[in-house]
């Protein structure tokens, strides 16, 4: 049974940082893509970063890129997410997601059928 277990969330000030992690169980995790996304109420849910476990390449939405860092540590089978220079709009709960995509970090969210709780973000200005 895949699992994906999202921890590290919370409440932090703008331009505090916070990391997120997103362990993994179930599946081969080097033949899978891992992304998180983000959705508020009412809104789409998109992504914002995801990485390939195989060859490690990633990406990053173009409204995170130089502030969040995506990066993978194999051996625990865990994601994480490096959140800097938070702002009130990153303010959201983020997911975490799976995909079975080797060698790729395409982040469309209809490839990704597996899908964490979600863990909530809130940034105060």
């Known amino acids: 049974e895949v699992q994906l277990v999202e921890s590290g969330g919370g409440l932090v000030q703008a331009g505090g940082s916070l990391r997120l992690s997103c362990a993994a169980s179930?599946?081969?995790?080097?033949?899978?893509?891992i992304g998180w996304f983000r959705q508020a109420p009412g809104k789409e849910r998109e992504g914002v970063s995801c990485?390939?476990?195989?060859?490690?390449?990633?990406y990053n939405a173009d409204s995170v890129k130089g502030r969040f860092t995506i990066s993978s540590d194999n051996a625990k089978n865990t994601v994480y997410l490096q959140m800097n220079s938070l702002k009130p709009e990153d303010t959201d709960v983020y997911y975490c997601?799976?995909?079975?995509?080797?060698?790729?970090?395409?982040?469309?969210?209809?490839?990704?059928?597996?899908w964490g709780q979600g863990t909530q973000v809130t940034v105060s200005s």
């Open positions: 997601a799976a995909a079975p995509q080797y060698g790729s970090s395409w982040c469309g969210k209809h490839e990704y059928p597996y």
């Open positions: 179930g599946f081969t995790f080097d033949d899978y893509a």
């Open positions: 990485i390939s476990s195989n060859d490690g390449s990633t």
